[in-house]
């Protein structure tokens, strides 16, 4: 995610995709990593980064918890105990 323009790279590691979201969405969620010789990097909390997903899906739309777990486990794959781990207070508001 970016604040500026959205924009895609190709490198050797792979296509590498950031895509606008405006504030306040942008800021949420994100944390500050301590890496090695006094730098940093803010990381997606994994709340975040779903949310994230959520919002950029074009055409989807979420009308029932049904249809929302539909898309997390079958669509986006993500392991059904795994949901249980994801602080949901921080994303209800």
Request: hydrophobic share 40%.
């Amino acid at each position: 995610m970016t604040t500026k323009a959205s924009r895609s790279f190709n490198t050797v590691l792979g296509m590498f995709t950031y895509t606008r979201l405006p504030l306040p969405y942008y800021s949420f969620g994100l944390k500050m990593l301590r890496l090695p010789s006094n730098q940093y990097a803010m990381v997606a909390s994994l709340e975040k980064a779903l949310c994230d997903k959520i919002i950029t899906t074009s055409g989807l739309t979420l009308r029932s918890v049904r249809n929302a777990y539909d898309f997390l486990v079958e669509d986006l794959r993500i392991d059904e105990s795994s949901l249980n781990d994801l602080h949901t207070d921080m994303i209800k508001g």
